[in-house]
């Protein structure tokens, strides 16, 4: 059973920066690809950002290149998600996904490829 548990989340002003964390709890992190999805009061859950096992493919939503990062830290069971350039429309609860990878440089943008997923963190973005 794998456990993810994102923290990192809250109030900050348009413009601002804040960095989720997912930590894993799990058998052999590596072995999985992983991603960030948010979902806003009355939307569906959309795709944020993914990452390959080996951490050397990654992919992002149109809405957040070039103002979000991911990364891994795999001897240390977490992803992260840098946020900088925050939009109120960034408001939303986000969530991490694991998803077992059977390729090192995999990764899924689709939320039914993941297998596991935390309960999120919420991030509001204030005008």
């Known amino acids: 059973q794998v456990q993810l548990a994102e923290s990192g989340g809250g109030l900050v002003q348009a413009g601002g920066s804040l960095k989720l964390s997912c930590a894993a709890s799990?058998?052999?992190?590596?072995?999985?690809?992983m991603g960030w999805f948010r979902q806003a009061p009355g939307k569906e859950r959309e795709f944020v950002a993914a990452?390959?096992?080996?951490?050397?493919?990654?992919d992002y939503a149109d809405s957040v290149k070039g103002r979000f990062t991911i990364s891994r830290d795999n001897a240390k069971n977490t992803v992260f998600l840098q946020m900088n350039s925050l939009k109120p429309d960034d408001t939303a609860v986000y969530y991490c996904?694991?998803?077992?990878?059977?390729?090192?440089?995999?990764?899924?943008?689709?939320?039914?490829?993941?297998?596991?997923w935390g309960q999120g963190t919420q991030v509001t973005v204030s005008s």
């Open positions: 996904a694991a998803g077992r990878a059977y390729m090192s440089r995999y990764y899924y943008t689709g939320s039914r490829e993941y297998d596991f």
């Open positions: 799990v058998g052999v992190f590596s072995n999985y690809a």
């Open positions: 990452i390959s096992r080996d951490a050397e493919r990654t």
